[in-house]
C-alpha cells in the first residue's frame, strides 16, 4: 500500500505571496490532518478533514485553510506569506475511530523571504 | 501553553544500553498517548501507543510506561541501537481519538556505536 505522498516536497515563496500544498492519504483512509513543525515550537495541529468537512482546527490564522476533495486528497492554502510560516508542512491520514495511529507523509518544506 | 512537554532535547546513549525518554502532560483529558520517531527528511513514523487503562505496554525493544497521577510517561528501548538515533516526538489524544495529536517538541536521541 502505497504512504502518504506531499507535493511539492520544497518551495521557496516571497513574503505576501500565497501557496498551496498537497497531500494525498494512503488508500482507503478517510482522514487528513495537518501540522506545521518549526525548531521552536515542533508539531502544531493546524486542521483536519474529514469527508471534506473540517472537523477540528487549531490555533492558526486565517490565513491557512484547507479543503478535501471527494477522493480524500486535500490540499492547504496559506495566504499572504509571512517570514514566520517558513516551517515543514505535514499531512498525516488515518481511519477516525478508536485511537487510530496516523500516518505521516514526509512534509513539504516551505522557506518564505 | 505547552501541555505536552519533553523536557530533554536531547539524549545521548552507548549502543546496548538502554535509552529512556520522558514525557510529561498537563491535560487530563488525555487518554491516549503515541511515541512517534523521525529521521531527517522524512515525516514521523509511529512507534508505540499506550492506553490510559494502561500501565505499561511492549513491542519488541520498545516499551512505554504510564504514570497516570504523576502525569508522566516514558519510553525504554532496550538494547539501543544506532539505527534508532532520531528524534522523538512524545502525542497525546483524547478520549475517542480526535484525530487532533497533540506533541511534545521532542527528544533527538544519539546512540553511539
Known amino acids: 500500500k502505497a504512504g502518504v505522498t506531499q507535493t511539492p516536497r520544497y518551495l521557496i515563496k516571497t513574503r505576501g505571496q500565497q501557496v498551496t500544498l498537497s497531500c494525498s492519504p494512503i488508500?482507503?483512509?478517510?482522514?487528513v490532518s495537518w501540522y506545521q513543525q518549526t525548531p521552536g515550537q515542533g508539531l502544531q495541529f493546524l486542521f483536519e478533514y474529514f469527508s471534506e468537512t473540517q472537523r477540528n482546527k487549531g490555533n492558526f490564522p486565517g490565513r491557512f485553510s484547507g479543503r478535501q476533495f471527494s477522493n480524500s486528497r486535500s490540499e492547504m492554502n496559506v495566504s499572504t506569506l509571512e517570514l514566520g510560516d517558513s516551517a515543514l508542512y505535514l499531512c498525516?491520514?488515518?481511519?477516525?475511530?478508536?485511537?487510530?495511529?496516523?500516518?505521516f507523509g514526509p512534509g513539504t518544506r516551505l522557506t518564505v523571504l | 501553553d505547552q501541555q505536552v512537554k519533553q523536557n530533554s532535547p536531547s539524549l545521548s546513549v552507548q549502543e546496548g544500553r538502554i535509552s529512556i525518554l520522558n514525557c510529561d502532560y498537563t491535560?487530563?483529558?488525555?487518554?491516549?498517548f503515541l511515541w512517534y520517531k523521525k529521521y531527517p527528511a522524512e515525516g514521523p513514523t509511529f512507534l508505540i501507543s499506550i492506553s490510559s487503562i494502561k500501565d505499561k505496554n511492549e513491542d519488541g525493544r520498545f516499551t512505554v510506561f504510564l504514570n497516570k497521577s504523576a502525569k508522566h510517561l516514558s519510553l525504554h528501548i532496550v538494547p539501543s541501537q544506532p539505527g534508532d538515533s532520531a528524534v522523538y516526538f512524545c502525542a497525546a489524544d483524547t478520549q475517542g481519538g480526535s484525530e487532533k495529536l497533540v506533541f511534545g517538541k521532542g527528544t533527538k536521541l544519539t546512540v553511539n556505536p
Open positions: 498525516a491520514s488515518s481511519n477516525p475511530g478508536a485511537y487510530n495511529e496516523q500516518f
Open positions: 491535560n487530563s483529558m488525555f487518554d491516549y
Open positions: 488508500s482507503g483512509h478517510r482522514s
